[in-house]
């Protein structure tokens, strides 16, 4: 059957019992109109692949496929089927939808609905447990091919029953788990396939499962694969050279995802697992050495963080010191201590001399680290944190301030002031006598000429704030290289209008452990667009001044 293109509630949960089976589907409709569950069973005779569609009270279509001679039930049939299963291990996918996602699936599998009795669950689960005498398989309805849900069949049940000398050996278990998004899994297959029949010819090495990490990104895939086996040699030497030939292997063969499935793959990290000790390739594991230095040239600001990382880090922190010296903090020293591989978490010392107490400035750190920590993590698709801030308060050195000796107002120069007053009342007398219409435009003009200069001594700082924001955040744009800025602006009444107009090289190094670049030029303006619309915003709250941008030019090269 088909299904809305939806993430599922709980996916790949084994239930060996109708109670838990209920409690998955009870989950599913907690959380919206109707459940949908795809489920790999097996019994002595065959294995299954069922879709069974539900409301709240009442199945409404039921489609199992016979795995091993591609016979496919329907209606009555299936639900037979799908009963006389309950109580035996089975692996679920569990989907739960919404009304208007109820009537499409509806809408979109009608053949199926039409031919399914609409059986109360309660009456599903009585009895279910019960072992059948023997289920006679009626003549089938028109085969429908699916070979990536046979392959999908295959690899998540592994048969459970143990074979006997004269069979055939069990085949190596393939686990694919897929983050960002899917891919057919069938590429996965073959090129787990290739692998291990390569493998087969490394004397004394036996491959007993491959475990994919797939991270899929736009025409590219981030690849994770762990390879686990045993070795039959004694000597150390035999297996190092069997873990570099795996290694090579899997290299090798990571080609055949970019043939079946047109997603470029990318080797993140390969490990291999032979009688429990884990090896890495040598290029990966130098990528896990941590780096620590300076990343401004007066050296207040340091840095500790994995090799591989190194430069995304490294503008983040001179990014986050910028924008704490623009909100009127001066930083003596920052140590950024980032720990973790695949999850990464800041800790961060600081210094700071500022007019805030420790709390609120601790809390105004924590704010713009938690903003620029978020942009990173997208950027470098890494899960990052905010752990631990230390701030030490600087106190200002002040100077002693000079004695000044309050000095009497001389006779002269308090009748000056005195014809001061009287020639302001004069003046004001002249007006009156003059009409209040004419006055009031006076007034108005110098109400005016008042809020114009209070509007300036905010702008020139925000435009100020804008431009180094923007440059800043500008070097942290993935897949480019960030040249130059043109910022002007324009002052139309209490608005400032923006010129903006920046020029960045695109990034295209691929390589086995390099970053590829497979996104569109469109795409990358689109992003480098949204990030100065969203400082310009930003800029415009934090100052109370109405920024809008008039025109922003990408130059990509």
């Known amino acids: 059957m ?15 019992s109708a109670g838990e089976f209920n409690e998955l589907i009870k989950k599913a409709l907690s959380q919206g109109k109707g459940a949908f569950l795809k489920i790999f069973a097996k019994d002595r ?32 049939d299936a639900v037979k089927l799908l009963k006389s299963l309950l109580g035996k291990p ?116 036996s491959i007993n499962r491959i475990e994919f990490d797939a991270n899929v990104g736009e025409g590219v895939v981030y690849l994770n694969v762990h390879v686990y086996g045993s070795s039959g040699s004694a000597d150390k030497r035999s ?47 130098e990528k896990d050495k941590k780096k620590t230095g300076a990343v401004t040239k007066d050296g207040r600001i340091q840095l500790s963080v994995l090799e591989d990382v190194w430069p995304y880090f490294s503008n983040f922190a001179r990014t986050v010191i910028k924008e704490l010296e623009a909100a009127g903090m001066k930083v003596t020293k920052a140590y950024f201590d980032i720990k973790g591989r695949r999850e990464l978490e800041i800790n961060l010392f600081i210094a700071v001399e500022g007019p805030f107490d420790k709390a609120t400035t601790e809390r105004t750190i924590r ?75 006076l007034t108005e003009e110098k109400k005016k000429e008042a809020e114009e200069t209070l509007l300036k001594s905010r702008i020139e700082p925000a435009i100020e704030a804008l431009k180094n924001r923007v440059h800043a955040e500008l070097k942290l744009i993935p897949r480019v290289t960030f040249k130059w800025l043109k910022l002007n602006h324009e002052i139309q009444g209490s608005t400032v209008y923006v010129d903006i107009e ?45 920024i809008r941008p008039r025109r922003i030019n990408v130059i990509l090269r």
């Open 2 to 16: 088909q299904l809305p293109d939806k993430a599922p509630l709980v996916e790949n949960v084994v239930v060996t």
């Open 90 to 205: 089975m692996v679920v996918d569990v989907y739960s939808l919404d009304e208007i996602e109820m009537k499409l699936s509806i809408a979109e599998n009608l053949d199926v609905y039409s031919e399914t009795p609409k059986i109360p669950l309660e009456e599903l689960f009585s009895g279910g447990t019960s072992e059948p005498s023997k289920i006679e398989t009626p003549t089938p309805v028109p085969v429908r091919e699916q070979p990536e849900v046979r392959s999908k069949v295959e690899e998540k049940l592994a048969p459970s029953v143990t074979k006997s000398a004269s069979e055939v050996t069990e085949k190596p278990e393939v686990v694919v788990n897929f983050t960002g998004g899917r891919i057919p899994e069938e590429a996965f297959r073959k090129y787990a396939e290739s692998v291990i029949k390569e493998a087969e010819k490394i004397k004394g090495v």
């Open 367 to 441: 704010t713009i680290l938690n903003r620029h920590a978020k942009e990173l993590s997208s950027s470098i698709k890494r899960y990052i944190t905010v752990h631990n801030i230390e701030v030490e308060l600087v106190e200002k050195v002040f100077q002693r301030p000079t004695r000044v000796t309050k000095t009497v107002t001389s006779g002269k120069a308090a009748e000056i002031l005195a014809k001061k007053d009287l020639l302001e009342k004069e003046v004001e007398r002249l007006l009156k006598e003059a009409g209040i219409d004419e006055l009031a435009p």
């Open 45 to 76: 005779s065959a294995k299954y692949y069922i879709t069974v569609l539900f409301d709240s009270s009442k199945i409404l279509a039921v489609e199992c496929l016979v795995v091993d001679n591609k016979q496919t039930l329907i209606g009555e």
């Open 239 to 285: 297996r190092e050279i069997a873990e570099k030939r795996l290694f090579h292997i899997v290299s090798k063969y990571a080609p055949i995802i970019l043939r079946e499935a047109e997603y470029k793959p990318i080797l993140r990290d390969i490990s291999v697992v032979l009688n429990g000790e884990e090896a890495r390739p040598q290029e990966i594991v």
């Open 502 to 546: 920046a020029s960045f090289v695109k990034e295209s190094v691929g390589g086995l452990f390099g970053a590829y670049s497979g996104v569109s030029d469109d795409r990358i303006k689109k992003d480098i667009t949204e990030t100065i619309n969203r400082i310009i915003r930003d800029i415009s709250g934090e100052y109370s001044v109405s």
